[in-house]
């Protein structure tokens, strides 16, 4: 299940951005996997300065629609010193069906940040229904990022399945502050991608359009959050 954020999957372009985890009975089974990406971009802005990055990460589900797992990827934030090296992500949630349409996630995930000093760390819950190929789900952290205060994060994705097993993904998401920081002088954004994908047994592979509405003046006065056509490749087992 890669990393849960907008599971909350939104831009995470990590192939498989979070999936939703489906129990099956018969006690507790493990999964893993790693990937490289071109560029790590998180609700549409770039988390590697631009440049790819290496993640993997570890899921347990436990027969039950309990799951829980870990996730981790190289990050750079340009601070040129004191920097933060990778983020680790820590989640658990319940998943469930409502009927053969129908299926629910719910879930906490905790993002922390290692190498720097600076107070990165912040935890969210989430939760997420999808009806057949659409889902619709909501993120909320009581404190975001770098100290940044309450943040909501809905949003909605859409999944079609095309020939040969390609599968093509659309994802928008509303970045909605309670109090201007994050930006310097807006309290909301939006994110959006776009994404095809194929499976090659435990290798899967995709393309992705991820971009956001924010203008170079409010990313930082970097390119981070401009769109861009970012490529992964991703085995798990």
Same mark, same amino acid.
């Given at each position: ?70 996730? @981790?990827?190289?990050?750079?934030? =340009? /601070?040129?010193? +004191? ?6 992500? $820590? #989640?658990?949630? *319940? &998943? ?36 057949? @190929?659409?889902?619709?789900?909501? =993120? /909320?952290?009581? +404190? ?6 309450? $943040? #909501?994060?809905? *949003? &909605? ?81």
């Amino acid at each position: 299940m890669n990393k849960i954020a907008a599971a909350i999957t939104a831009g995470v372009i990590t192939l498989g951005t979070a999936t939703t985890v489906t129990a099956a009975e018969g006690g507790v089974s493990a999964s893993a996997n790693v990937g490289v990406v071109s560029d790590y971009k998180f609700r549409g802005i770039s988390q590697t300065d631009g440049g790819p990055a290496v993640q993997g990460g570890v899921d347990l589900d436990f027969g039950n629609g309990l799951y829980a797992g870990t996730w @981790a990827s190289q990050v750079d934030f =340009a /601070y040129g010193v +004191d920097e933060t090296d990778f983020e680790q992500d $820590f #989640y658990a949630g *319940y &998943a469930g069906e409502i009927n053969e349409t129908t299926s629910y996630d719910v879930g906490y995930i905790y993002y922390a940040y290692h190498g720097g000093d600076n107070d990165e760390d912040y935890q969210e819950i989430y939760g997420s229904v999808s009806f057949s @190929a659409l889902t619709l789900g909501l =993120a /909320y952290s009581d +404190d975001y990022w770098a100290g940044t205060g309450a $943040f #909501y994060y809905p *949003y &909605a994705e859409y999944s079609f399945a095309l020939p040969s097993d390609v599968s093509l993904d659309f994802h928008v998401g509303a970045n909605m502050f309670d109090e201007e920081g994050f930006l310097f002088e807006a309290d909301s954004y939006i994110d959006y991608s776009v994404s095809v994908g194929k499976d090659f047994g435990g290798l899967n592979l995709s393309a992705s359009l991820v971009g956001s509405d924010i203008s170079d003046s409010e990313c930082f006065g970097l390119d981070w959050c401009e769109p861009s056509v970012l490529a992964a490749a991703t085995y798990s087992w």
